[in-house]
DNA sequence: CTAGGGTTAG
């Protein structure tokens, strides 16, 4: 190893400089440069940024500030950032990089025209295409194979079948790739007719156009057509298996995708995370950590897409355990916070009960972006801190100048709903500059309730039905209101649209995790081990409650049944109360309660879990299909507003 | 000082 500070430069440095290709090499040259300000000319500069914007070394950063700094850059040198850019993502750098060339009245030619339409097609930009597409007309570029094939890939992926048609008939010979784009193209748009008429006329047909069409079929949800053409490949390789489990996992059809990656031979990291962001996003949270689980047993590296799914997958879970042992595995691995795992990992915290733990994330942030802002505000109304959430808000805005998006007004909406500043919240609901969405409306519309204002109950509730029809908790809501209010004429009208809709209630399931191990209850559930001591603990309870004067409050158990105590006993089998005797039963004395609910937690549950707090002494937390409730000493941390 | 356009996970 040499070291430029110490020796002088001579010829040979220069020379093996030239012919080196690493990142130290090419920063050591830099420094040199630098040193003895021959970056000042041209020839020596110029090689710099050729050698950082080589995919080999593909540092972006230092390429860009080597190029600002040269006087009047060529042609050459624009094309070299410019593909630089579209190799790391930032297409919109490349366009516009590329603006700066037209403006400096520099002519793009065959080697910038592939890169910039390429850039487009990633960024779905079909309107910034035609322009290019013009000026590639007036330059006389409108024959050269890779642009026109360029245009045809553009207009495929943005799904403007006519206009790749026309880019594709135009061209003088239609080579591989433009096939393949455009055969792509018409099966991303589900055209399986053209897509197959298209494929017969192929003059030639290797491995890749088959995948396009497999590809193709999974991605617009016609995953039986996909499974023909696999099922007909002469060859297969790994891309093609990684597509069809793709297809089968967007179209919810698990087991078939399990099939076939148990039946390959080869896997890579695209299929693992193939198949765990299909678990997670099917909502098989459980499977989607045991298969990564699996992964790291057999030595397989995961990558921030795996760490996204499977850190979106504990949310689901609400397994704090999990959640902090995935966060000190990414910590020793040297994954970065900074981006979306941030986001995610503040998520992960807030939705598996700890805003402590998400707040910590959240402060050792060092350039903190929308995203985070959303889930730590979203976080914070989750966990009822009001005041913490407003001062964010606030935060967020003056001091870090981030335009609030629709998620942000809901929270805040959320916070001014819980403190009874109703009138507020609406106004800011009419002020704010996008349509309020069914969240924020549930906001006010359970503010409402809450706070006994009919007013704004039924302004909330005729806007949501506009919104959302298909909302079932607006109904829900809005006939406790009328209830409260003893208006049951009104109560009966709201039960009346409910069936008249058709709606049914999903079964209210909770669960709760016990030593690594996630345990399911179901309304009524008897299937589990210990289901005779969980069913005696549920009779201790109820007598405890009694003892205590609780009187169960039927008024929400709303649709079929109509006897009172068959409406009683519906209630105290209500699936968190499986999981609180489960609690009860098992987590050590003195340990908080964890549970997680798919559905709201009903009144009557609220209360009791509230006298249970009190009774048995015992932190119960529990996480609903809205927000967390922190029960402590008789009282919830929502503050009965939920 | 460039060597290009088409397929898989988020």
Redesign the pocket.
Known sequence: MYSLQQHSPSPLHLTLL?TSKTHLDTTQLHAFAVKTNLIQH??LS??L???Y???EINNLRYARSVFDQIQD?????H??II?CY??N?QSHEAIALFRDLLGKSLLP???????V??GC??LNAVEEGKQIHGLVLKLG?GL???????F???Y??CGEMGLARKAFDV?DE????????LI?GYA?CGEVGVAMELFDEMPER???????L???F??CGKVEFAREIFDRMPNK???????M??GY??SGDIESARVLFNEMEVR???????M???F??NGRFKEAFELFETMLDGDIVP????L??IL?AISGLASLSKGRWVHSYMVKNGFLVHG?LGTLLIQMYSRCGSIESALIVFRSIPKKKVGHWTAIIVGLGMHGLVDDGRKYFDKMINDYGIEPTVEHYGCLVDILCRTGHLEEAKSIIESMPMRPNTVILMSLLSGARNHGNKDIGEYAAHHLINVAPDTSGCYVVLSNMYAAAGEWEKVSQVREMMKKRGFKKDPGCSSIEHRGVVHEFIVGDKSHPQTNDIYSKLDEMRNKLKSAGHVPDTTQVLLCIEDEEEKEEELENHSERLAIAFGLTNVEPGRPIRIMKNLRVCNDCHSVTKLLSGIYNREIIVRDNSRFHHFKNGTCSCKDFW
């Open positions: 030239k041209t020839s110029s090689r940024v050729s050698l914007a080589d995919p850059p060529s042609l050459v040198l094309n070299l593909k579209v190799f993502q030619d065959n080697f910038t025209l592939p890169c339409i390429k097609a990633r570029f050269d194979k890779f642009v026109s094939s360029s045809v890939s553009l495929a992926k061209m239609n080579d591989l790739v433009s096939w393949n784009s792509d991303k290797d491995l890749f156009s088959w995948t396009c497999v590809d193709g999974s991605k390789n790994l891309v093609s298996w990684n597509a489990i793709n996992m967007k890579n990291l695209i299929t693992w995370n193939a765990i962001a299909g997670e996003s990558n921030d897409a795996t996204v799914s979106s979306v």
